[in-house]
């Protein structure tokens, strides 16, 4: 009797834990759903917005089923603006910013992770020290540099200051340390150089770590507002952050127009993302395994 009895408080146990198991599971998943929707609200609401006609956009309390909800707002911006060429402009600024951050970050990560020279680690927190420099303070003297050189108004301009990222080098130099070094001593052996081990063996081991920052840099670039507005005067070079500004009027503003480009521009985030998506999951559990 004493051991069916113990059986039994065992098995109550048991059950009384898996029971609270699955309650904790399901609070989780009804946080998670529950964040999930607090951020992805703005987004629904822009798009609610670019359908909404005229005045209704303003209608309070906010009607979030419009009636005679249409797509006139998105032919109206591409009327507004040449929105194409703009969108081409920012998408190829950033793809063009995102490649040239990943070739100088992943060489120079390579470098302090990889070479013994003096000075690296001093060398490593003062490249790190520019990360806590804000962009408005580096803004005089980059446009004093670019008007020296005559290269204001400038595809190049625009795309410069983002040829390097101080985050870009710490956050691929922290991947390539997760390499083992034994891989590095094999090839080697093999007789391969710094070169030959940089692309063959290092590179394919943090291709997670590449895939984040390519989104990072990619983001940033595509939504980069402040420095453009500074060295870019013609229209035919305006990214689209700059595009969006002007639909802002002095007096009024067409909301549903301004809601229209917005929800086009994180169109090719989404898609960046959606691609990338399984590296950037591998690469948050690399780390979270280090």
Known sequence: MGKARGWIRSEARTSIGARRAELGQIARYLLVGLGALVMLFPFGWAVITSVTPGDAVLAVPPDFTPEGAS???YGKLLETLPFWRIVLNSAWIGAASTVLQLITSAMAAYAFAR???PG????????LATLMMPLPVLVVPLFIEMR???LVDTYFALLAPTIASAF???LLRQAINQVPREFDEAA???GAGHFRIFMYVVLPLIRPALATFAIFGFMASWNSYLWPLIIIK??????LPLGLATLHGQFTTQWDVVMAGSVISVVPILILYVFAQKHVIASVAQSGLK
């Open 120 to 127: 690296r680690g001093a060398l490593f927190a003062v490249y």
């Open 188 to 190: 080697v052996l093999d």
């Open 71 to 73: 797509l006139d707002a």
């Open 168 to 170: 870009g080098v710490f």
């Open 115 to 117: 070479l013994p020279f």
């Open 234 to 239: 013609s229209p035919e070079f305006m990214t």
């Open 148 to 150: 020296t050189f005559g």
